[in-house]
């Protein structure tokens, strides 16, 4: 259906900012580091390309990580703390890594630029530029530094178009995917039978409509009496109906009067089966430029996560703090030993 693919194009989009992650909450969040005799001590608990991450940092980062994501039951914490650790620090490798390959690269983006989509978004998501400028001011975040980061996150996007270049799909992968989700997104009926049925308060009355059937007279006439309440026209019921209420017609031929049956209790009826209808789908034809989008967007999205672990592979991450990334982690980074500088599992 159309309506599904709309919904399947809205949730997977090719946005630059699920890769250059930047965050710009304020640096005034508490976090829980070792205890010193001055009371809570910052310390890395790992470093990326030479580069120190906080425990400060680190912590900061999970609480954004839990805001984006509509927060946890405060109860079970502990149970994702090391998966939201863990992709903190995925984010910071990616980060790093990606503002080390932009400067190898040469890719630039001028002060203009920037300026120019800052004050895009600035009228866009804020009544009034003053309304921005509090904003960043609630986040202790000065408008340099937001210009800067958002320079940082064009380029990496410039990067990240130029590594993975342009992305086509032919028809025949677009029919290809139309096939396989043809059933689940694209079904407008389901296959059934269209059904006569008679229901009776009473056994006998049933009884007596079916011989009334079974000896000639039209489903009209005998449906004619006041002591029956039959369906005048044919009703549509899917398959699923035949294994359901309706199962005593399930292996009755095209035309047969059915015996009397109960769907439920003291509810009696009789049917006949008149016709079978296929399933329906909405034609490729309608559909085949959103099913081509929507190829083309997970083709994109696979490049883009292709290029993520590149970043990631290249990235010379090292562990101090072991007891924050278990070994356990079904996520665990290729990352260094502290002691050993093998790479771990």
């Known amino acids: 259906m159309v309506v599904v693919m709309n919904k399947l194009r809205t949730h997977v989009k090719w946005i630059m900012w699920v890769i250059v992650v930047t965050f710009l909450a304020s640096t005034f969040f508490m976090y829980e580091g070792r205890r010193g005799s001055g009371g809570l001590e910052d310390y890395a ?3 990326v390309n030479g580069r120190s991450l906080m425990r400060s ?30 992709s903190a620090l995925r984010q910071y490798a990616t980060e790093r890594q990606m503002e080390q390959e932009v400067r190898d690269s040469g890719v630039t983006v001028s002060d203009a630029e920037a300026d120019q989509v800052m004050k895009e978004y600035a009228d866009q998501a804020f009544p009034t530029r003053e309304a921005f400028y509090q904003y960043l001011e609630r986040r202790g975040e000065k408008l340099e530094d937001y210009r800067r980061n958002i320079a940082r996150q064009m380029a990496g996007e410039r990067l990240l178009r130029q590594s993975v270049g342009p992305v086509d799909v032919g028809d025949d992968e677009t029919r290809e995917f139309y096939e396989t989700m043809k059933i689940l997104a694209f079904r407008q009926q389901s296959a059934g039978f269209n059904v006569s049925l008679a ?15 079974l000896d000639g007279v039209s489903w009209g006439d005998a449906a004619s009496g006041d002591m029956v309440s039959a369906d005048r026209t044919a009703t549509y019921f899917p398959e699923s109906a035949f294994d359901g209420f309706l199962s005593p017609m399930k292996s009755l031929d095209l035309a047969a009067v059915s015996p009397v049956f109960e769907p439920t209790s003291g509810d009696f009826a009789v049917g006949i089966k008149r016709e079978a209808v296929a399933e329906k789908f909405t034609p490729y034809e309608e559909v085949s ?5 929507w190829v083309l967007q997970q083709k994109e999205r696979e490049a883009v996560n292709e290029f993520v672990q590149g970043l990631l592979s290249r990235a010379k991450i090292v562990i101090h703090d072991k007891t924050l990334f278990p070994a356990e982690s079904p996520e665990l980074l290729p990352v260094t030993d502290t002691a050993s500088g093998d790479k771990q599992p």
């Open 45 to 47: 608990v790992a470093e």
């Open 57 to 86: 940092a680190l912590d900061q980062r999970v609480r954004l990580l839990l805001a984006e994501s509509g927060g946890r039951d405060l109860a079970s914490i502990d149970l994702y703390l090391p998966y939201l650790y863990q």
């Open 199 to 213: 229901r009776f308060t009473s056994k006998t009355e049933a009884e007596n409509f079916r011989n009334l059937l």
């Open 289 to 293: 430029a959103d099913v081509n989008a």
